[in-house]
């Protein structure tokens, strides 16, 4: 079966930098879409950043991380990662790493059929 699990999360102040990973099994990584989405208390879920699959990969990021976070993948590690700089107090929120069997990449949660338990990232000021 489908596993992922993320790990990287922790507290840090604003400004600071943290990344992410996401070891995956069960799939086919290299051509399935990937993506981190956050969860902050008593807000929805909502995409982070993802990428679609194959060798030239489509990327979408939430405007609020553009410029400051990446998203990338190493295919021979079956790992994800998400590169996160310039932290703010906002980006503080359970990072869920996500996976679906096909290369394209909805913006929606509900689209995705793998989820791993998820790394707290909690930023201070």
Do not use: H
């Amino acid at each position: 079966q489908v596993q992922l699990v993320e790990s990287g999360g922790g507290s840090v102040q604003a400004g600071g930098s943290l990344r992410l990973s996401c070891s995956a099994s069960g799939l086919t990584f290299r051509s399935a879409c990937m993506g981190w989405f956050r969860q902050a208390p008593g807000k929805e879920r909502e995409r982070v950043a993802t990428m679609t699959g194959y060798i030239i990969s489509d990327y979408d990021y939430a405007d609020s991380v553009k410029g400051r976070f990446t998203i990338s993948r190493d295919s021979a590690k079956n790992t994800l990662y998400l590169q996160m700089t310039s932290l703010q107090p906002e980006d503080t929120a359970m990072y869920y790493c996500a996976a679906r069997g096909t290369s394209y990449c909805p913006g929606l949660p509900g689209a995705y059929n793998y989820w791993g338990q998820g790394t707290q990232v909690t930023v201070s000021s």
